[in-house]
């Protein structure tokens, strides 16, 4: 794996190291919205759809066409540079190879993955595995 800022794999684990991870305490749903929802964690309006992701118990029923529950987001505590490259493909097919499905969100700064419920433990522990610390560490 090449990247911009460093050379290979070895490169972007050194720049793991010692990264922070923080897990939301709320359990989080993701839901296919008639309109954006103020206040969720995130709203993604596309020419198909409107996709919000709001903890469990603030989904928006009414507007709510359909929900996939028992999600919890994992976020990245570091400022990543745009010239970065390979860092959620890194942690993502870390993840695949446990079997560990993910939803990924960038915003400007940093990186967000949201992993079920059921996973939490393990995506932890692989990402504990590439150098990363969580906060409750």
């Excluded at 493909?89 to 993955?113: Q, R, Y």
Aim: hydrophobic share 45%; aromatic share 8%; with cysteine.
């Amino acid at each position: 794996m090449s990247n911009q800022c460093g050379s290979s794999r070895k490169d972007l684990e050194a720049y793991f190291k010692g990264g922070k991870i923080h897990v939301w305490k709320d359990h989080f749903a993701v839901v296919k919205s008639a309109k954006p929802h103020p206040g969720a964690f995130a709203n993604i309006v596309n020419h198909n759809e409107v996709t919000v992701v709001i903890e469990q118990h603030r989904i928006p029923v009414e507007e709510a066409l359909a929900v996939e529950p028992g999600w919890r987001i994992i976020t990245f505590g570091m400022v990543l540079p745009f010239n970065l490259i390979g860092f959620l493909a890194a942690i993502a097919s870390s993840l695949a190879e446990a079997g560990i499905a993910i939803m990924a969100i960038s915003s400007f700064s940093t990186d967000h993955i949201l992993v079920k419920d059921r996973d939490l433990a393990a995506a932890l522990d692989k990402l504990r595995g590439l150098g990363f610390t969580a906060s409750d560490d």
